[in-house]
């Protein structure tokens, strides 16, 4: 007979965010049948009855299981991987899966220095024998393809220098973009030439000026006013606060109701921004991943924050 503790200690191992392999290892070596079958009437999450009071796996939430196993697997292969090689693989599996996921591209393409992407889109033609911008054009379709495109192609100045009334300028001509294309028959932002030349051209020190500019013409922040234009306002953050996009991050995917994708969105940060300064979502996050995430993941999670506060 199973006694409480062993039941808690299964649910534990596989409820959260990955899976306590070592615990289940001690459960299933020390365990005897007619144990065991005690230990599934105590985890009713994971083992049913039917009505003929046959007992089976909750199909459900195998499925889940078999998402939570693959989270490491995942961060391990995309950690091994050469850096190039790994951001073609996401490109193209993001544009495979269509528009949900084309926030990856505009993370790629923005948290990315101009040397690691264009790595990125040498990786792709060897591998696909493609180009990521031939591949965007073809399949991607609406007001997203101009801007994709254009992000993907960018190779931006990243030295300091900063044009002050440009950066002012162009923060007016954001602004008269944004707030002229809120009604039903007016394009969006993200189809105004201007828009995507400000975004896909600037350097990210000259676009964070342009931020604080348009903040001060405006009552609020680029990003506030850009709810409506998801896509739009990802990129913004990506490029200009990024800590804010890397902390939803983390927010989203620790939550007790998180959806496999908000997981596999942490997975890809941990596994891919190696030169972002995770400090501050180090501290915020902690205690929460150790709440929630479980084995060897969530070393791999602590062990990279671990790194990034030294």
């Given at each position: 007979m199973a006694n409480p503790c062993e039941v808690?200690?299964?649910?534990?191992a596989l409820s959260g965010i990955g899976v306590d392999e070592k615990s289940l290892v001690s459960i299933l070596t020390k365990s005897q049948n007619e144990h065991k079958k005690s230990m599934r009437k105590g985890c009713s999450k994971f083992f049913l009855e039917d009505e003929r009071q046959f007992e089976r796996w909750n199909d459900s939430a195998i499925k889940s299981l078999k998402a939570e196993f693959k989270l490491f697997k995942d961060?391990?292969?995309l950690s091994l991987m050469h850096p190039w090689e790994r951001d073609a693989r996401l490109l193209k599996k993001a544009l495979k899966k269509g528009p949900p996921h084309y926030n990856v591209i505009v993370e790629i393409a923005c948290t990315r220095?101009?040397?690691q992407l264009l790595g990125a889109r040498k990786a792709y033609h060897s591998l696909f024998d493609r180009s990521i911008e031939e591949d965007l054009a073809s399949?991607?379709?609406g007001s997203e393809r101009k801007l994709l495109v254009a992000l993907v192609s960018a190779y931006r100045y990243e030295g300091p220098k900063v044009k002050e009334d440009a950066?002012?300028?162009e923060a007016k001509a954001l602004l008269n973009a944004i707030k002229n294309n809120n009604g039903d028959h007016k394009k969006k932002a993200m189809e105004e030439d201007e828009v995507i030349w400000i975004l896909t051209t600037r350097s990210k020190p000259h676009l964070k000026v342009v931020y604080e500019q348009y903040k001060k013409i405006s009552a609020k922040t680029i990003t506030e006013d850009l709810e409506v234009e998801l896509l739009l306002k990802?990129?913004?953050?990506?490029?200009c606060t990024p800590q804010t996009y890397f902390t939803?991050?983390?927010d989203t995917a620790l939550r007790?109701?998180?959806k496999e994708d908000a997981k596999k969105a942490l997975t890809r940060l941990v596994a891919t921004q190696e030169d972002v300064d995770l400090k501050g979502i180090a501290a915020k996050f902690e205690d929460k991943i150790k709440e929630r995430v479980k084995g060897a993941y969530k070393d791999v999670l602590l062990g990279v924050l671990a790194d990034d506060r030294q």
């Amino acid at each position: 007979m199973a006694n409480p503790c062993e039941v808690e200690v299964l649910n534990n191992a596989l409820s959260g965010i990955g899976v306590d392999e070592k615990s289940l290892v001690s459960i299933l070596t020390k365990s005897q049948n007619e144990h065991k079958k005690s230990m599934r009437k105590g985890c009713s999450k994971f083992f049913l009855e039917d009505e003929r009071q046959f007992e089976r796996w909750n199909d459900s939430a195998i499925k889940s299981l078999k998402a939570e196993f693959k989270l490491f697997k995942d961060v391990v292969v995309l950690s091994l991987m050469h850096p190039w090689e790994r951001d073609a693989r996401l490109l193209k599996k993001a544009l495979k899966k269509g528009p949900p996921h084309y926030n990856v591209i505009v993370e790629i393409a923005c948290t990315r220095s101009s040397d690691q992407l264009l790595g990125a889109r040498k990786a792709y033609h060897s591998l696909f024998d493609r180009s990521i911008e031939e591949d965007l054009a073809s399949h991607v379709k609406g007001s997203e393809r101009k801007l994709l495109v254009a992000l993907v192609s960018a190779y931006r100045y990243e030295g300091p220098k900063v044009k002050e009334d440009a950066a002012k300028s162009e923060a007016k001509a954001l602004l008269n973009a944004i707030k002229n294309n809120n009604g039903d028959h007016k394009k969006k932002a993200m189809e105004e030439d201007e828009v995507i030349w400000i975004l896909t051209t600037r350097s990210k020190p000259h676009l964070k000026v342009v931020y604080e500019q348009y903040k001060k013409i405006s009552a609020k922040t680029i990003t506030e006013d850009l709810e409506v234009e998801l896509l739009l306002k990802e990129t913004v953050e990506c490029l200009c606060t990024p800590q804010t996009y890397f902390t939803r991050v983390f927010d989203t995917a620790l939550r007790e109701d998180a959806k496999e994708d908000a997981k596999k969105a942490l997975t890809r940060l941990v596994a891919t921004q190696e030169d972002v300064d995770l400090k501050g979502i180090a501290a915020k996050f902690e205690d929460k991943i150790k709440e929630r995430v479980k084995g060897a993941y969530k070393d791999v999670l602590l062990g990279v924050l671990a790194d990034d506060r030294q």
